[in-house]
């Protein structure tokens, strides 16, 4: 400022494109004449200021998103939303910090041991049945000892591929508090090192839903979510396999019912994994105000601001009431084609 008017407005890197001359005041006064009156310093002309004013904006438009919020009096920055597919860093630092390859090949080696042995039962059980069907009729004291034999093996059996199963669900399990653990402490200690920028432009309701709706998911959902789908996966091949062996016109019919679902399957993780993030993003919202209606509750009453406030929260819930309701509608979206196409 000077003279009374606003010579340049903006980050302090448009100061330059700017092209202001802070001494121009201090070299106009050394060539006034001892005898003359000095002139009035009437400040710059309209012409001058609309060429410093976009200077200035050019300057802004060259900076970011982030920057461009602070320029106009904007110090909390706007949560970023990623889009498309997931990193495959971020899958390698989860899977260590699980335990590696030890435990992905444990675990993969226990769910396929588990889908074996409950199709081999089934196959036993149809075996043995048939072979006393097509051998007539036979005593009665050592038919009933075949078939007490024969139900102690599919018991044993069926309870290894329980024991087994049960083994493999702790294991995974005790994978992900592992990394949950793990994860939770990087966090903590980024959150506890920060700098005092990142906590000035951070909403406490954003650090609270890292720590809180985040860490839930890391808990239980991704690993028990991958061990059913790979223990489902394996059980529709292997059946797809001995349906093939027995029918081999079914294989025809079941690749290409096989690739519908797989289509399916990809456009509903698409929409899927963006509607969480949606999700995500307008629950921290709700959540940093309600955080900051509470200290402040004395203060919003003695302004009369409670209407305003509910106002504002209504507006957040319903944003992530909406998303939420879009995620579960996805899901029966999913639902109902599966169902179409398996009736089909």
């Given at each position: 400022?000077?003279?009374?008017?606003?010579?340049?407005?903006?980050?302090?890197?448009?100061?330059?494109?700017?092209?202001?001359?802070?001494?121009?005041?201090?070299?106009?006064?050394?060539?006034?004449?001892?005898?003359?009156?000095?002139?009035?310093?009437?400040?710059?002309?309209?012409?001058?200021?609309?060429?410093?004013?976009?200077?200035?904006?050019?300057?802004m438009?060259?900076?970011?998103?982030?920057?461009?919020?602070?320029?106009?009096?904007?110090?909390?920055?706007?949560?970023?939303?990623?889009?498309?597919?997931?990193?495959?860093?971020?899958?390698?630092?989860?899977?260590?910090?699980?335990?590696?390859?030890?435990?992905?090949?444990?675990?993969?080696?226990?769910?396929?041991?588990?889908?074996?042995?409950?199709?081999?039962?089934?196959?036993?059980?149809?075996?043995?049945?048939?072979?006393?069907?097509?051998?007539?009729?036979?005593?009665?004291s050592?038919?009933?000892?075949?078939?007490?034999?024969?139900?102690?093996?599919?018991?044993?059996?069926?309870?290894?591929?329980?024991?087994?199963?049960t083994?493999?669900?702790?294991?995974?399990?005790?994978?992900?508090?592992?990394?949950?653990?793990?994860?939770?402490?990087?966090?903590?200690?980024?959150?506890?090192?920060?700098?005092?920028?990142?906590?000035?432009?951070?909403?406490?309701?954003?650090?609270?839903?890292?720590?809180a709706?985040?860490?839930?998911?890391?808990?239980?959902d991704?690993?028990?979510?991958?061990?059913?789908?790979?223990?489902?996966?394996?059980?529709?091949?292997?059946?797809?396999?001995?349906?093939?062996?027995?029918?081999?016109?079914?294989?025809?019919?079941?690749?290409?019912?096989?690739?519908?679902?797989?289509d399916?399957?990809?456009?509903?993780?698409?929409?899927?994994?963006?509607?969480?993030?949606?999700?995500?993003?307008?629950?921290?919202?709700?959540?940093?105000?309600?955080?900051?209606?509470?200290?402040?509750?004395?203060?919003i009453?003695?302004f009369?601001?409670?209407?305003?406030?509910?106002?504002?929260?209504?507006?957040?819930?319903?944003?992530?009431?909406?998303?939420?309701?879009?995620?579960?509608?996805?899901?029966?979206?999913?639902?109902?084609?599966?169902?179409?196409?398996?009736?089909?």
């Open positions: 400022m000077r003279g009374g008017v606003v010579e340049f407005q903006g980050p302090p890197t448009g100061l330059a494109d700017a092209k202001i001359s802070l001494c121009a005041s201090n070299d106009s006064s050394d060539n006034i004449d001892a005898g003359a009156e000095p002139e009035r310093d009437v400040g710059p002309t309209q012409d001058e200021l609309n060429t410093k004013r976009t200077a200035s904006a050019a300057a438009a060259s900076t970011d998103a982030n920057a461009v919020q602070r320029a106009h009096g904007q110090i909390v920055e706007d949560e970023v939303r990623l889009q498309g597919l997931i990193k495959l860093d971020t899958w390698r630092l989860y899977l260590a910090q699980c335990g590696g390859w030890p435990f992905i090949i444990s675990c993969l080696g226990c769910i396929v041991a588990t889908q074996l042995l409950a199709t081999y039962k089934d196959y036993y059980l149809a075996t043995r049945l048939g072979r006393k069907t097509g051998s007539g009729k036979s005593e009665g050592s038919s009933g000892d075949k078939v007490l034999h024969w139900l102690v093996v599919y018991l044993a059996i069926s309870f290894l591929s329980a024991v087994i199963s083994l493999t669900l702790l294991w995974t399990y005790r994978g992900s508090l592992r990394a949950s653990v793990a994860l939770h402490d990087r966090l903590l200690r980024s959150i506890v090192y920060a700098t005092p920028r990142f906590l000035e432009t951070t909403p406490i309701g954003r650090m609270m839903a890292r720590f709706k985040d860490m839930q998911v890391i808990d239980t991704i690993m028990e979510i991958i061990f059913f789908f790979l223990r489902s996966l394996l059980s529709a091949l292997i059946t797809l396999v001995v349906i093939s062996s027995t029918v081999p016109l079914f294989t025809v019919v079941g690749l290409g019912v096989l690739l519908v679902y797989a399916l399957t990809w456009s509903f993780m698409q929409a899927q994994r963006e509607c969480k993030r949606l999700e995500a993003t307008s629950f921290a919202p709700m959540i940093s105000l309600y955080s900051e209606m509470i200290p402040g509750c004395d203060t009453r003695a009369d601001m409670h209407q305003a406030y509910m106002e504002e929260m209504r507006s957040r819930f319903t944003a992530y009431l909406s998303a939420d309701f879009i995620l579960r509608s996805t899901r029966r979206w999913l639902g109902m084609r599966i169902g179409l196409t398996s009736s089909m």
